[in-house]
Protein backbone atom coordinates (compact mmCIF):
# COMPACT_ATOMS: atom_id res chain seq x y z
CA UNK A 1 0.00 0.00 0.00
CA UNK A 2 1.18 3.26 -0.93
CA UNK A 3 1.93 6.42 1.04
CA UNK A 4 -0.74 9.14 0.32
CA UNK A 5 0.87 12.21 -0.47
CA UNK A 6 1.19 15.15 1.89
CA UNK A 7 3.57 16.69 4.26
CA UNK A 8 5.58 14.66 6.98
CA UNK A 9 8.14 15.14 9.47
CA UNK A 10 11.51 15.24 7.60
CA UNK A 11 13.29 12.47 7.54
CA UNK A 12 17.00 14.51 7.46
CA UNK A 13 15.35 16.76 10.47
CA UNK A 14 16.97 20.10 8.83
CA UNK A 15 13.33 20.77 8.66
CA UNK A 16 10.08 20.35 10.37
CA UNK A 17 8.45 19.30 7.24
CA UNK A 18 9.32 17.64 3.60
CA UNK A 19 6.58 16.85 1.09
CA UNK A 20 5.88 13.18 -0.21
CA UNK A 21 4.61 13.12 -3.47
CA UNK A 22 3.27 9.84 -2.77
CA UNK A 23 6.70 8.09 -4.22
CA UNK A 24 9.29 9.63 -3.13
CA UNK A 25 10.50 13.54 -0.69
CA UNK A 26 10.56 16.00 -2.56
CA UNK A 27 13.30 19.39 -2.03
CA UNK A 28 9.49 21.29 -0.89
CA UNK A 29 9.91 22.20 2.73
CA UNK A 30 8.42 24.06 5.78
CA UNK A 31 8.61 25.32 9.26
CA UNK A 32 5.41 24.57 10.42
CA UNK A 33 4.08 27.21 7.87
CA UNK A 34 6.89 30.35 9.61
CA UNK A 35 9.08 29.46 6.64
CA UNK A 36 8.42 27.36 3.50
CA UNK A 37 10.79 26.71 0.86
CA UNK A 38 12.89 24.57 -1.31
CA UNK A 39 15.94 22.81 0.71
CA UNK A 40 19.16 22.82 -1.36
CA UNK A 41 20.85 19.88 -0.34
CA UNK A 42 19.91 17.15 -1.78
CA UNK A 43 18.83 14.07 -0.25
CA UNK A 44 20.86 11.02 0.22
CA UNK A 45 19.85 8.47 -2.64
CA UNK A 46 18.60 5.60 -0.06
CA UNK A 47 16.65 8.42 1.69
CA UNK A 48 14.83 9.89 -1.60
CA UNK A 49 12.14 6.89 -2.15
CA UNK A 50 12.32 5.14 1.82
CA UNK A 51 8.33 6.46 2.31
CA UNK A 52 7.39 8.67 5.64
CA UNK A 53 7.06 6.84 8.97
CA UNK A 54 3.55 5.63 10.12
CA UNK A 55 2.24 8.58 12.37
CA UNK A 56 4.36 11.44 10.81
CA UNK A 57 2.41 13.85 9.08
CA UNK A 58 1.87 16.90 9.50
CA UNK A 59 -1.22 18.23 11.79
CA UNK A 60 -3.99 19.49 8.94
CA UNK A 61 -3.78 22.96 9.70
CA UNK A 62 -7.00 24.05 11.57
CA UNK A 63 -9.75 26.34 10.00
CA UNK A 64 -9.91 29.16 11.90
CA UNK A 65 -13.48 29.88 13.39
CA UNK A 66 -15.70 32.31 11.55
CA UNK A 67 -15.03 36.01 13.23
CA UNK A 68 -18.88 37.51 13.71
CA UNK A 69 -19.70 40.01 11.06
CA UNK A 70 -18.84 43.46 12.36
CA UNK A 71 -21.52 46.11 10.58
CA UNK A 72 -19.58 49.53 10.09
CA UNK A 73 -21.92 52.62 9.61
CA UNK A 74 -20.44 55.78 8.63
CA UNK A 75 -21.86 59.01 9.84
CA UNK A 76 -23.34 61.17 6.97
CA UNK A 77 -22.24 64.35 9.15
CA UNK A 78 -25.58 64.98 11.06
CA UNK A 79 -24.03 64.64 14.13
CA UNK A 80 -21.81 67.78 13.94
CA UNK A 81 -24.86 69.60 12.22
CA UNK A 82 -27.00 68.76 15.89
CA UNK A 83 -23.54 69.81 18.37
CA UNK A 84 -23.45 72.85 15.99
CA UNK A 85 -27.03 73.74 16.32
CA UNK A 86 -26.95 73.13 20.17
CA UNK A 87 -24.03 75.46 20.70
CA UNK A 88 -25.81 78.32 18.72
CA UNK A 89 -29.64 77.33 20.62
CA UNK A 90 -27.51 77.83 23.49
CA UNK A 91 -25.15 80.90 22.59
CA UNK A 92 -28.29 82.48 21.74
CA UNK A 93 -29.91 82.00 25.00
CA UNK A 94 -27.04 83.35 27.07
CA UNK A 95 -27.23 86.55 24.89
CA UNK A 96 -30.75 86.79 25.17
CA UNK A 97 -30.27 86.34 29.36
CA UNK A 98 -27.56 89.13 28.85
CA UNK A 99 -29.76 91.48 27.01
CA UNK A 100 -32.48 91.00 29.22
CA UNK A 101 -30.88 91.31 32.52
CA UNK A 102 -29.16 94.66 31.36
CA UNK A 103 -32.53 96.29 30.19
CA UNK A 104 -34.00 95.49 34.00
CA UNK A 105 -31.32 97.77 35.49
CA UNK A 106 -31.34 100.68 33.25
CA UNK A 107 -33.13 102.65 35.74
CA UNK A 108 -31.26 105.98 35.64
CA UNK A 109 -33.16 107.26 38.34
CA UNK A 110 -35.21 110.25 36.37
CA UNK A 111 -38.23 108.55 36.34
CA UNK A 112 -39.89 107.42 39.78
CA UNK A 113 -43.49 105.52 39.06
CA UNK A 114 -44.10 104.69 42.84
CA UNK A 115 -44.68 108.15 44.46
CA UNK A 116 -46.91 110.99 42.86
CA UNK A 117 -45.84 113.79 41.07
CA UNK A 118 -44.49 116.55 43.97
CA UNK A 119 -46.43 119.35 42.32
CA UNK A 120 -49.64 119.49 40.97
CA UNK A 121 -51.32 122.45 39.72
CA UNK A 122 -55.01 123.09 40.37
CA UNK A 123 -57.01 123.83 37.37
CA UNK A 124 -57.49 127.54 35.80
CA UNK A 125 -60.86 128.38 37.28
CA UNK A 126 -63.40 128.94 34.31
CA UNK A 127 -66.03 131.68 34.28
CA UNK A 128 -69.62 130.59 34.37
CA UNK A 129 -71.82 132.56 31.49
Known amino acids: ?4 LGW ?5 SRYLYRYWDGAAWTSQ ?6 HSGTDPNLLPADMITTPPAPG ?14 VQVTQSSGSS ?17 LVVLLSNSGDDNGT ?3 TSPPATTE ?3 PTEAP
Open 29 to 34: VSNGGS
Open 8 to 12: YSDPT
Open 111 to 113: TDT
Open 56 to 69: TAAPSPTTPAPQPA
Open 122 to 124: APA
Open 1 to 4: MATP
Open 80 to 96: VGIIVSVLVAIAAVAIL
